[in-house]
């Protein structure tokens, strides 16, 4: 059994969707108060581990278990100690921005009394304070995004669940956001799961990274451990050599064509 | 607050900004009670059947609820798939709640939708047969909201987009509206018509509110009611279910 500073396990999950794996046999643990990456392709298997995570799909098989709770089976006493910002968009659009905090509030059993000050310093800390009373149906993509992030940081939860949260934002947001995010990290001892196909975040912000590829960990550990392990200087050239190197067959996973298309340029540019 | 109270709201706060979903919800009752009330009023008057406003009234609140909860599920699909529901979902909130507190929204809307269109049909010229029965048809039209209602969600939780929903509307509103005895009284009906029509669980929608409204009654207003608490089961039972069952 996995000792008690372990906040989130995995053992051996495995997701099917009819013929396709996408998750095929993974385990981790993540520490509390850990910040912990998955970074990998398109289609490698990301969001659909956080949606098991996060109890909105249940595995094909596997044992998962958040903050002591096994997933598929307390779900509800899962479901209060993390928050997540989703990869797809989940705003009511049609109510305003003060309107959807304050409904996850209420979702969260969060005191009334609490609410007004908690919705504020989240909506000054992601610039959108000014913008509280307008509807989100007439916000840009990134001030969607930014929205969702404060969101999701309300009811303070244990751990969060951050699924690629920066795409889409400028770098000044990118930023604060991940300041903001090691803050609570370090201060109230938050657990961080995100996932990226960003190197660069990957390496700036984590302190562990696991390297998935359709379905599977190919690796895991710092960066300097991940360097160790494959032979190379940098994360980049760990994470080429891991999943990069090998031009994959296109029929074997279908909507990897982006990834496969900038490894080729950069396999190229490192000849 | 509960959150049933809190899902409610975002329902109604939906509606109420949603000027034109609430008229366009109207044009059709007012359309079908003017072309059909006055238009076929007087060949209906002529064939010694009465009034046939008085008649209509009932089957086109009846419609307007059915239309309406039907429609209402469309909320449900647009936040599947445009992800609010997966914030629910994931929220330490038991899915029969998130369902209920959305469901009685939806009823309320079909509720306030089904009444104005009984307070147009005044203005038309329908008059209740008793005033005291009222309340009571009142009563109907919020039992019948609640189980339209349910049939809607359980519906929108079933199909993956906005097409398949259309055919739904095809496929089974439209029957439903047309052989429930809305628009015509079953007795002189040929057999194959009447036997589809008593298979129709909105018929006795239909038939209840009309026995109160109305006067006027086919089976009986305790079968009607049997029917209905059977009916309301049912949907319930097949919206808890399917709306367990959405993964994302
Ligand atoms: N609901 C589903 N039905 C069928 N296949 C699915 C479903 N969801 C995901 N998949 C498949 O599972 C695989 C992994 O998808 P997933 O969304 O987990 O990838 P990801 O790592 O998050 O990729 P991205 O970086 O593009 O977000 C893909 O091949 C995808 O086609
Ligand atoms: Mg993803």
Known sequence: MADEKTIISAHDLVKRFGDVKAVNGISFEVKKGEIFAFLGPNGAGKSTTIKMLTTMLRPTSGELRLAGHDVTRERDSARKAFGIVFQDPSLDEELTAYENMDLHASLYSIPKSKRPARIQTLLELVELWNRHDSYVKTFSGGMRRRLEIARGLLHEPKILFLDEPTLGLDTQTRNLMWDYVQKLSHEKGMTIFFTTHYLEEAEAVAERIAIIDQGTIVASGTTTQLCKQTDTKTLEEAYLKLTGRTLRDESESGNNDGMNFKMALRNRRLR | ?248
């Open chain 2, 1 to 248: 607050m509960d959150i049933l109270v809190v899902l409610w709201l975002r329902q109604m706060r939906r509606y109420v900004r949603s000027g034109s979903r609430l008229l366009g919800s109207l044009g059709q009752p007012i359309l079908l009670l003017l072309a059909l009330g006055y238009g076929i009023g007087a060949i209906y008057k002529r064939a010694g059947e009465g009034n046939y406003l008085q008649f209509l009234v009932p089957g086109i609140i009846t419609q307007t609820v059915l239309l309406s909860a039907i429609f209402w599920g469309i909320i449900i699909l647009q936040d599947k798939r445009f992800g609010f529901l997966a914030e629910m979902l994931v929220a330490p909130v038991s899915r029969l709640r998130i369902l209920l507190g959305s469901a009685i929204g939806g009823a309320t809307i079909s509720i306030i939708q089904g009444t104005m269109v009984f307070f147009i049909s005044f203005a038309l010229g329908f008059r209740p047969h008793h005033w005291a029965l009222v309340p009571a048809a009142f009563l109907v039209l919020v039992f019948m909201s609640i189980a339209l209602t349910c049939f809607g969600a359980g519906l929108a939780s079933m199909v993956e987009d906005f097409q398949g929903f259309q055919g739904i509307n095809n496929l089974l509103v439209m029957p439903l509206f047309f052989l429930s005895g809305a628009l015509y009284p079953l007795n002189n009906v040929p057999t194959f018509l009447r036997i589809i029509s008593t298979c129709n669980p909105v018929t006795y929608m239909v038939d209840a509110l009309r026995y109160l409204l109305a006067g006027q009654s086919h089976f009986g207003i305790t079968k009607d009611l049997i029917i209905m608490t059977i009916t309301f089961i049912v949907t319930l039972t097949f919206a808890v279910n399917r709306f367990n069952r959405i993964e994302i």
